[in-house]
């Protein structure tokens, strides 16, 4: 069975530092991996995603991932954060292409202060 | 515009009354699925529908029911809702499934409150 972790509800960090957010799945088969972004009272969008192509994987607004198989983990990083930034962030794994069963982590508050 | 759109976007209620929460999308897709969020945990997923007139549970199916009567929609069903049911509630669709290049198109949330 699929499930993701996500290590700390909380972080903070100043403008223009990095952004490193933790996310370890387990899973029986190579699994997909997604990275979702919520701002304030909206819905989910897409940051980015791990298709077996690459194990760094570039997404919008400056965000990657990196698939480590060994450590089963997928964590995201941003170079220098932004104060638009701050949202929570989703990572989220499925087993399967026509399975249907999503699994999200239980989610990473950032703060970004100035 | 591509979306999904649920109503009603706010609701409070009281127990055992009956409420249907609507999800429609616009994009063809023949994947959707349904999730409570609740702090602390996260998203999790109550049911999803691979197609039309097929739906399996989730991980928090208990109170909750769906159908897939046209590809468009699918509705969020409580009929005995009860307070441990308030939550946000998100609906989202993709193309066919939840693999890799099946990134999920998500609603604004519905925030059901039961008194």
């Known amino acids: 069975a699929q499930s993701v972790t996500q290590l700390g509800s909380h972080v903070s960090v100043s403008e223009g530092a990095l952004v490193l957010l933790r996310c370890n799945y387990s899973s029986s088969v190579p699994p997909y991996l997604f990275w979702y972004v919520q701002y304030p009272n909206q819905g989910l969008q897409l940051l980015l995603k791990?298709?077996?192509?690459?194990?760094l994987v570039k997404g919008i607004n400056g965000f990657e991932a990196e698939f480590k198989k060994s450590e089963t983990s997928f964590h995201l990083t941003k170079p220098s954060a932004h104060m638009s930034d701050a949202a929570e962030y989703f990572c989220?794994?499925?087993?399967?292409?026509?399975?249907?069963?999503?699994?999200f982590g239980a989610g990473t508050q950032v703060v970004v202060t100035p | 515009e591509a979306q999904v759109t649920q109503n009603p976007r706010y609701l409070i209620t009281v127990t055992g009354k009956k409420l249907t929460v609507t999800c429609s999308q616009n994009m063809n897709h023949e994947y959707m699925s349904w999730y409570r969020q609740d702090p602390g945990l996260g998203l999790r997923q109550i049911y999803y529908?691979?197609?039309?007139?097929?739906?399996d549970k989730g991980d928090v199916p208990e109170g909750y029911k769906v159908s897939r009567k046209e590809k468009r929609n699918f509705p969020l069903i409580l009929e005995s809702p009860s307070p441990n049911q308030t939550s946000l509630y998100f609906c989202a669709s993709s193309l066919s499934g939840t693999g890799a290049n099946q990134p999920q198109h998500f609603g604004d949330g519905t925030r059901l409150s039961i008194l």
């Open positions: 529908s691979m197609n039309v007139e097929v739906t």
């Open positions: 989220a794994v499925s087993e399967s292409d026509s399975w249907g069963k999503l699994q």
């Open positions: 791990y298709t077996s192509a690459a194990t």
